[in-house]
C-alpha cells in the first residue's frame, strides 16, 4: 500500500451512523473497510452503492464482543487491504 492511498476502517458501518460515516470517507477518498455484525444485507447495499460509484469499499463480518473476531477482522482487513490508517470505532456492542 503507497503512503498516498488512505485505508479508513469502520466498526458498525453497515446501518445508520456507521454507513453515513463510511460514505463520507469514501467520498473524502479513503478506501474503506467495514464491519458489521447481524446487517448482511445492508452491508452488501452498501458496498453495491459505492462501488457503482467508483469507490473501494468492503464489508466484513464480526461479532466485536468476541476478542478472536477483532484480531481476525484486522487480520483480514490487512490481508486485504494493508494496515488501516484511521480506524473509527462506531459500534455499539
Same mark, same amino acid.
Given at each position: 500500500?503507497?503512503?498516498?492511498? @488512505?485505508? =479508513?476502517?469502520?466498526?458498525?458501518?453497515?446501518? +445508520?451512523?456507521?454507513a453515513? $460515516? *463510511?460514505?463520507? %470517507?469514501?467520498?473524502? #477518498?479513503? @478506501?474503506? =473497510?467495514?464491519?458489521?455484525?447481524?446487517?448482511e +444485507?445492508?452491508?452488501?447495499? $452498501? *458496498?453495491?452503492? %459505492?462501488?457503482?460509484? #467508483?469507490?473501494?469499499? =468492503?464489508?466484513?463480518?464480526?461479532?466485536?464482543?468476541?476478542?478472536?473476531?477483532?484480531?481476525?477482522?484486522?487480520?483480514?482487513?490487512?490481508a486485504?487491504?494493508?494496515?488501516?490508517?484511521?480506524?473509527?470505532?462506531?459500534?455499539g456492542?
Amino acid at each position: 500500500m503507497s503512503d498516498d492511498i @488512505r485505508l =479508513a476502517l469502520v466498526t458498525g458501518g453497515a446501518r +445508520r451512523l456507521g454507513a453515513r $460515516l *463510511v460514505r463520507a %470517507l469514501a467520498e473524502e #477518498g479513503y @478506501r474503506v =473497510a467495514f464491519s458489521y455484525h447481524a446487517g448482511e +444485507r445492508d452491508a452488501q447495499a $452498501l *458496498v453495491d452503492e %459505492l462501488e457503482s460509484d #467508483g469507490r473501494e469499499v =468492503a464489508g466484513y463480518a464480526a461479532d466485536l464482543r468476541e476478542a478472536g473476531e477483532c484480531e481476525a477482522l484486522i487480520d483480514a482487513v490487512t490481508a486485504d487491504f494493508g494496515p488501516p490508517r484511521l480506524l473509527v470505532n462506531n459500534a455499539g456492542i
